[in-house]
């Protein structure tokens, strides 16, 4: 189904993930194999450092120049995750000190705690999540230690963003990225966690000699499932993520409470029959029967496929994320929701294509529309 060097990296990916030895590892490394395109590939998956974890003891079957390149790749990787992570330990201090609770999550996180060392995952920027009063006061702060945010908003504007986004971005003089989030999916992606709830399951963890607070596991399974599905599992790492989750969860009911609250039940089940199928990981019993009840499993596994290992370039999330978006969704009215808000609501995109006055704003809903009609005609030509 794939090429060599993508069935490398899962291969990879499934001994890392559970813990076991492979014949089928030897087996492919002693294969004629690009080198120079299998690390690209693995950098582009997030696989680099797994891949290099994998075969480091194996050099013997990997030629001298790729194995050399393959390692200051990995050393590269280890170096920006650690200066990341003293970033985030700086600013969380920043953030409490200013009275303003903070909730880490993915990068450092997920490596410290699932992956046991910060060089065994590649992260690239820093999740953050603050209560949505508080995103003015973070805002300022950030940009006081030298922070610039990727687009300023004002005015009318502003409230109409915090509503309907999730995120806001700054970028640090060293290169660093800082996502700010008030909430864990857009508007356009239904995804209605308890917010409140998920604050009372919070955990403590130790980073870097620093107590964070920290998603429960099993919030962090909600969320990494539907993070997944929102960007059609572009990457690898990110099964692999799923992998190393859900065998912490300790309470699979309120995973699935939750997840027929938000409607996210297809893209929960979704996430672990990928781990399941790509990386091997046994589940549940339970887990497995459901599964095989949703005859939506498969096609949208070989819909995910079909983008896993392959880079589809700038503009291809219209024509190819939507309807993956509607398909992977099980409930009629989140499909609707999901329809109607993405092509239909406007966005800043919009307010950046025609400015108007606030009393015209209702004439965005109309030229939305017409926008996105003419960008996908273009790509399509």
Not at 351 to 358: G, Y
Not at 373 to 380: C, E, I, T, V, W
Request: one cysteine or more; glycine letters at 4%; aromatic letters at 12%.
């Amino acid at each position: 189904m794939f090429a060599p060097e993508a069935d490398l990296l899962i291969c990879a990916g499934q001994i890392f993930s559970r813990l076991e030895a492979s014949t089928k590892l030897e087996s492919l490394l002693s294969s004629a194999l690009n080198w120079d395109e299998l690390i690209d590939l693995a950098d582009y998956e997030g696989m680099i450092p797994i891949l290099f974890h994998e075969i480091s003891g194996r050099s013997e079957l990997v030629p001298a120049q790729a194995f050399v390149r393959l390692k200051q790749e990995f050393e590269k990787n280890a170096r920006k995750n650690l200066f990341l992570s003293s970033q985030l330990i700086k600013l969380a201090h920043l953030f409490e000190s200013n009275g303003i609770p903070v909730v880490p999550f993915k990068g450092p996180i997920l490596a410290s705690t699932f992956y046991g060392d910060l060089g065994l995952r590649q992260f690239t920027d820093l999740d953050i999540w603050i209560d949505r009063e508080n995103v003015t006061k973070a805002e300022r702060i950030l940009k006081e230690n030298g922070y610039r945010p990727k687009m300023e908003i004002q005015g009318v504007w502003r409230d109409k963003f915090l509503r309907t986004q999730c995120e806001l971005i700054f970028f640090g003089s060293r290169g660093d990225v800082v996502e700010i989030h008030w909430d864990f999916m857009p508007y356009y992606f239904p995804f209605p966690m308890d917010l409140n709830a998920v604050r009372l399951r919070l955990n403590e963890m130790n980073l870097g000699g620093t107590k964070v607070q920290s998603l429960s596991t099993e919030d962090l399974l909600l969320f990494l499932s539907a993070h997944g599905a929102k960007h059609r599992w572009r990457h690898l790492l990110w099964i692999c993520d799923i992998a190393k989750v859900q065998h912490r969860i300790q309470d699979w009911n309120y995973v699935w409470d939750s997840a027929e609250k938000t409607g996210s039940q297809r893209m929960v089940l979704l996430a672990l029959y990928l781990a399941a199928e790509l990386l091997r990981v046994e589940l549940p019993q339970t887990i497995q029967v459901m599964i095989k009840k949703d005859p939506k499993m498969k096609p949208l596994a070989e819909k995910v496929y079909e983008l896993l290992f392959v880079n589809p370039g700038p503009g291809a999330k219209g024509r190819m994320f939507w309807p993956f978006y509607y398909q992977v969704r099980e409930r009629i009215s989140d499909r609707v929701k999901c329809c109607a808000r993405t092509f239909i609501h406007p966005t800043i995109d919009d307010w950046a294509w025609i400015s108007l006055p606030e009393s015209m704003y209702i004439l965005y809903y109309f030229l939305r529309p017409i926008r996105l009609s003419g960008k996908y005609l273009r790509q399509a030509l």
